[in-house]
C-alpha cells in the first residue's frame, strides 16, 4: 500500500505564493507520475498540474499556466508545486496523486491510482 502526505498549504493573500509538497512512501511500488488536483466548495476536482517521469513531462491547466511550477524527484517519490501570484479563484483543497500502473503521460483523475488527504489553500482578496 502507498501512502501519499501533503503538506504545505496555508492562508495566504491575494499575490502571495505557497510550495506543497507532496511524497510517496510505502513498500515495493514505483511511481510513474506524480500530480496535483484541487477541489473547490461545490465544484468537482479538477487537475492542476502532473508530471509524467518518462520524459519528464508536465502538465498544466490553463487557469495556472505561468503562476505555478511542478517539481519532483522520481527516486525520492516526492513531488512539489511551487504557486505564484495565488489569487482567490485559486482556494481549494489541494491533492497530491500517484501514478503507480501503467504508462504513459498522465494528466486525468482516473489514470492515478493513489491519493493524499489533501491540504487546504485558502487565498484571500
Known amino acids: 500500500q502507498v501512502q501519499v502526505t501533503e503538506s504545505g498549504g496555508g492562508l495566504v493573500q491575494a499575490g502571495d505564493s505557497l510550495r506543497l509538497s507532496c511524497i510517496a512512501s510505502?513498500?515495493?511500488?514505483?511511481?510513474?507520475?506524480m500530480g496535483w488536483f484541487r477541489q473547490a466548495p461545490g465544484k468537482e476536482r479538477e487537475v492542476v498540474s502532473t508530471?509524467?517521469?518518462?520524459?519528464?513531462?508536465?502538465f498544466y491547466t490553463n487557469s495556472v499556466k505561468g503562476r505555478f511550477a511542478i517539481t519532483g524527484d522520481h527516486l525520492q517519490n516526492t513531488v512539489y508545486l511551487q504557486m505564484n501570484s495565488l489569487k482567490p479563484e485559486d482556494t481549494a483543497r489541494y491533492y497530491c496523486?500517484?501514478?503507480?500502473?501503467?504508462?504513459?503521460?498522465?494528466?486525468?483523475?482516473?489514470?492515478?491510482?493513489?491519493w493524499g488527504q489533501g491540504t487546504q489553500v485558502t487565498v484571500s482578496s
Open positions: 510505502g513498500r515495493a511500488f514505483t511511481t510513474y507520475a
Open positions: 508530471i509524467t517521469w518518462s520524459g519528464n513531462s508536465t
Open positions: 496523486a500517484v501514478r503507480t500502473r501503467g504508462e504513459g503521460r498522465a494528466i486525468w483523475q482516473y489514470e492515478f491510482d493513489n
